[in-house]
């Protein structure tokens, strides 16, 4: 499980580790300190006299810092313990750590500190499929510092530790023998240099500048504070996790590629500290009222490494959106594909879509003129590419059958995509919510053609087509003895019918008949779908529901953000306004931080929600789903030059203030207080 580990995370470098700080990894556990998806710490363990430390307690005092209060040995009820250890660790700039011994007896004390020292140079694929190494690892002492290293052809990766105390270096870490006087203290401080190929920081070989030390790092998470709108209202619950929210968006942005200093977020600690297509649209269309610089970001990285030829290794084609970009060892050494990796189906409709909803809040019309041969490449990709069948849909199917994705949505686990009774569909896969994007694209893309690419023949094509894949759409996935989407068609054309959340997203895109769409709301807020905080992924009842099953029956906060933005688009207020307080509810017991995933169980059944054990936290697009949710419940859309607001706030929640939000307009605000439910 990670979700009792202790983190610090900048950007894809991160940090985990017991709650006594050591670092004691096992080939299949995410610990370590990592950067770039190469763990570069394995093992880092303190002891005073051969002992081991216990935790009293833990300071987490910003997403890069962190103190830990420790004892040797296990306190019992009658012996108090001679010495104490204060561990200050921070990844700013670098790993860096402060030991700070202190003697509480009235006499001198004698004692060895020793910290034990280790890198696997795993990378996080290795970890994963527990993979063996191929290439050469080396350890040697030289001038003071351990120099642990991994040597595969032209692939290297060095961990260099350096102490400010001398010690006693061997290949497996520190020593220190120390006096300290009585009621005195003694102290060293620890730094570890993650190096490249080069020889320089693997930070600035990758992104062309070193990582920030820790005043810089402090000043750009103030600034970031204080450029996002500033909320007030009556909800402590909403309020700390609005703010955990923003903190934990700017722990995960990193800058790969995009030069200038500019960011987006990584998708996720621990498994998915690297860029994602999909991950990358959806968080900066729910941070958009907040920092709208993520979606400038994700538009130029995602137009920059859009695919050009036909690859099947990497699953690239000529005008898709990447899905994943790793810098390991085996994507090095092509035994991962993820250089970029394109294995995904729905980050080129929602390519555009983010373009078209980035110029309605900022009225960047520059973008659009600078990223239309993008988005004309990708509307192209869904006609020309996509189609596998034939016959207008978006369809997928894995072109690396050896280390491939199999579903290309979303939901991408193995077992996600199923009939009502359990069975798998054969490849290819036509996914519901990929037409409802690809719907959105091309009307959304119709009217940046009108306004600003000067193509009215264009716009009108756009929109000839958006309106017959309405009409298709509706004829062959609507399953009538449900009244609901199938999840899906199969190769034959068979409608693959699990009732799943993904029809919430048809709402969202607005493919949904007006007639259609109540219907569609009583299925997302009945008792099969809707847990009492919030949809699942798949309804009770299915074959595979599972209310601990990554995609079939856990309920997914970015899930129930979009959900609920599509059920404001068709009117049901209070619908939306239902799964938003359930999410924000949830996020209480996640103490702000609503992670990945939680289970489905009904919420009578358990008064809280269920951890899912393996689910990534922070996460970007649950992190952005607070944002989102507050945007749904106070009803914001730009309407031309301004901001216009439509309040339906959950009546627990009392009074909402969101001001100066940032736009076309300059600054807005939004007020709302509780009225439904």
């Given at each position: 499980?990670?979700?009792?580990?202790?983190?610090?995370?900048?950007?894809?470098?991160?940090?985990?580790?017991?709650?006594?700080?050591?670092?004691?990894?096992?080939?299949?556990?995410?610990?370590?300190?990592?950067?770039?998806?190469?763990?570069?710490?394995?093992?880092?363990?303190?002891?005073?006299?051969?002992?081991?430390?216990?935790?009293?307690?833990?300071?987490?005092?910003?997403?890069?810092?962190?103190?830990?209060?420790?004892?040797?040995?296990?306190?019992?009820?009658?012996?108090?313990?001679?010495?104490?250890?204060?561990?200050?660790?921070?990844?700013?700039?670098?790993?860096?750590?402060?030991?700070?011994?202190?003697?509480?007896?009235?006499?001198?004390?004698?004692?060895?500190?020793?910290?034990?020292?280790?890198?696997?140079?795993?990378?996080?694929?290795?970890?994963?499929?527990?993979?063996?190494?191929?290439?050469?690892?080396?350890?040697?002492?030289?001038?003071?510092?351990?120099?642990?290293?991994?040597?595969?052809?032209?692939?290297?990766?060095?961990?260099?530790?350096?102490?400010?105390?001398?010690?006693?270096?061997?290949?497996?870490?520190?020593?220190?023998?120390?006096?300290?006087?009585?009621?005195?203290?003694?102290?060293?401080?620890?730094?570890?240099?993650?190096?490249?190929?080069?020889?320089?920081?693997?930070?600035?070989?990758?992104?062309?500048?070193?990582?920030?030390?820790?005043?810089?790092?402090?000043?750009?998470?103030?600034?970031?504070?204080?450029?996002?709108?500033?909320?007030?209202?009556?909800?402590?619950?909403?309020?700390?996790?609005?703010?955990?929210?923003?903190?934990?968006?700017?722990?995960?942005?990193?800058?790969?590629?995009?030069?200038?200093?500019?960011?987006?977020?990584?998708?996720?600690?621990?498994?998915?500290?690297?860029?994602?297509?999909?991950?990358?649209?959806?968080?900066?269309?729910?941070?958009?009222?907040?920092?709208?610089?993520?979606?400038?970001?994700?538009?130029?990285?995602?137009?920059?490494?859009?695919?050009?030829?036909?690859?099947?290794?990497?699953?690239?084609?000529?005008?898709?959106i990447m899905h994943e970009l790793r810098?390991?060892?085996?994507?090095?050494?092509?035994?991962?594909?993820?250089?970029?990796?394109?294995?995904?189906?729905?980050?080129?409709?929602?390519?555009?879509?983010?373009?078209?909803?980035?110029?309605?809040?900022?009225?960047?019309?520059?973008?659009?003129?600078?990223?239309?041969?993008?988005?004309?490449?990708?509307?192209?990709?869904?006609?020309?590419?996509?189609?596998?069948?034939?016959?207008?849909?978006?369809?997928?199917?894995?072109?690396?059958?050896?280390?491939?994705?199999?579903?290309?949505?979303?939901?991408?686990?193995?077992?996600?995509?199923?009939?009502?009774?359990?069975?798998?569909?054969?490849?290819?896969?036509?996914?519901?919510?990929?037409?409802?994007?690809?719907?959105?694209?091309?009307?959304?893309?119709?009217?940046?053609?009108?306004?600003?690419?000067?193509?009215?023949?264009?716009?009108?094509?756009?929109?000839?087509?958006?309106?017959?894949?309405?009409?298709?759409?509706?004829?062959?996935?609507?399953?009538?003895?449900?009244?609901?989407?199938?999840?899906?068609?199969?190769?034959?054309?068979?409608?693959?019918d699990a009732l799943a959340s993904n029809?919430?997203?048809?709402?969202?895109?607005?493919?949904?008949?007006?007639?259609?769409?109540?219907?569609?709301?009583?299925?997302?807020?009945?008792?099969?779908?809707?847990?009492?905080?919030?949809?699942?992924?798949?309804?009770?009842?299915?074959?595979?529901?599972?209310?601990?099953?990554?995609?079939?029956?856990?309920?997914?906060?970015?899930?129930?953000?979009?959900?609920?933005?599509?059920?404001?688009?068709?009117?049901?207020?209070?619908?939306?306004?239902?799964?938003?307080?359930?999410?924000?509810?949830?996020?209480?017991?996640?103490?702000?931080?609503?992670?990945?995933?939680?289970?489905?169980?009904?919420?009578?059944?358990?008064?809280?929600?269920?951890?899912?054990?393996?689910?990534?936290?922070?996460?970007?697009?649950?992190?952005?789903?607070?944002?989102?949710?507050?945007?749904?419940?106070?009803?914001?859309?730009?309407?031309?030059?301004?901001?216009?607001?439509?309040?339906?706030?959950?009546?627990?929640?009392?009074?909402?203030?969101?001001?100066?939000?940032?736009?076309?307009?300059?600054?807005?605000?939004?007020?709302?207080?509780?009225?439904?439910?």
């Amino acid at each position: 499980m990670t979700n009792n580990l202790v983190r610090q995370l900048d950007g894809n470098t991160f940090v985990l580790s017991e709650a006594s700080g050591d670092i004691d990894a096992s080939p299949t556990m995410p610990t370590g300190l990592f950067s770039f998806d190469t763990r570069f710490l394995s093992k880092w363990i303190l002891r005073i006299d051969g002992n081991r430390l216990n935790s009293l307690t833990i300071d987490d005092i910003q997403y890069y810092e962190t103190r830990f209060f420790l004892v040797p040995g296990t306190p019992t009820p009658f012996v108090d313990t001679d010495v104490s250890v204060i561990r200050e660790r921070t990844i700013a700039g670098s790993f860096h750590e402060r030991l700070t011994v202190i003697n509480h007896e009235p006499e001198p004390v004698d004692v060895q500190v020793r910290i034990e020292v280790g890198s696997d140079f795993a990378d996080l694929f290795e970890i994963k499929d527990v993979q063996r190494k191929k290439g050469t690892p080396y350890a040697r002492v030289e001038d003071g510092q351990l120099r642990l290293g991994y040597q595969r052809e032209a692939f290297r990766r060095e961990t260099v530790v350096s102490t400010t105390v001398p010690a006693r270096v061997d290949e497996d870490g520190l020593t220190y023998d120390v006096r300290i006087e009585p009621h005195g203290q003694w102290l060293t401080e620890l730094h570890v240099r993650t190096l490249g190929v080069d020889g320089r920081d693997l930070r600035e070989s990758l992104q062309g500048r070193p990582g920030r030390v820790r005043h810089e790092m402090q000043n750009d998470l103030d600034r970031w504070l204080a450029d996002a709108p500033r909320l007030t209202c009556d909800s402590a619950t909403l309020t700390r996790t609005y703010r955990r929210s923003l903190v934990d968006l700017a722990a995960l942005r990193f800058a790969p590629l995009t030069g200038h200093g500019r960011t987006l977020p990584a998708a996720g600690l621990p498994w998915f500290m690297a860029i994602f297509g999909r991950d990358s649209i959806f968080t900066s269309l729910q941070a958009l009222p907040f920092a709208p610089v993520l979606a400038a970001t994700t538009l130029q990285l995602l137009a920059l490494t859009q695919g050009f030829v036909l690859d099947d290794f990497r699953e690239e084609e000529p005008g898709k959106i990447m899905h994943e970009l790793r810098y390991g060892e085996t994507t090095g050494f092509l035994e991962q594909p993820h250089s970029p990796y394109y294995g995904t189906a729905d980050a080129t409709p929602l390519f555009v879509i983010l373009l078209d909803e980035y110029e309605r809040w900022t009225g960047d019309v520059g973008a659009v003129r600078s990223y239309e041969r993008a988005a004309r490449r990708a509307l192209h990709w869904i006609d020309e590419y996509a189609d596998i069948m034939g016959n207008g849909y978006i369809w997928y199917r894995c072109r690396n059958e050896r280390v491939g994705l199999e579903n290309q949505c979303w939901k991408d686990s193995p077992d996600a995509i199923s009939y009502r009774d359990g069975r798998l569909p054969a490849p290819p896969r036509a996914t519901c919510e990929l037409q409802g994007y690809a719907y959105d694209a091309k009307l959304r893309g119709a009217r940046l053609a009108r306004e600003f690419w000067g193509d009215s023949a264009y716009a009108d094509r756009l929109e000839r087509e958006a309106a017959e894949l309405k009409e298709r759409f509706n004829r062959d996935f609507w399953v009538a003895d449900g009244e609901y989407y199938a999840l899906a068609l199969d190769r034959d054309g068979r409608q693959v019918d699990a009732l799943a959340s993904n029809i919430g997203h048809l709402l969202w895109s607005g493919i949904v008949p007006e007639p259609r769409a109540k219907k569609i709301a009583e299925h997302l807020l009945g008792p099969r779908l809707f847990s009492g905080w919030g949809v699942r992924t798949l309804a009770t009842g299915q074959g595979r529901y599972n209310p601990i099953g990554y995609h079939v029956g856990t309920v997914w906060p970015f899930d129930n953000s979009f959900i609920a933005w599509g059920l404001r688009r068709y009117g049901f207020a209070e619908e939306a306004a239902r799964i938003a307080g359930g999410i924000i509810d949830a996020a209480e017991y996640f103490d702000g931080r609503l992670p990945e995933a939680f289970g489905g169980y009904d919420r009578e059944l358990t008064r809280y929600p269920v951890q899912y054990p393996t689910a990534c936290s922070p996460q970007a697009w649950s992190t952005g789903a607070p944002l989102l949710l507050l945007r749904t419940m106070l009803g914001m859309e730009p309407r031309g030059e301004h901001l216009v607001s439509r309040p339906a706030v959950p009546s627990r929640m009392g009074r909402i203030e969101l001001l100066h939000v940032p736009g076309r307009w300059g600054r807005a605000d939004a007020f709302g207080r509780g009225r439904l439910g």
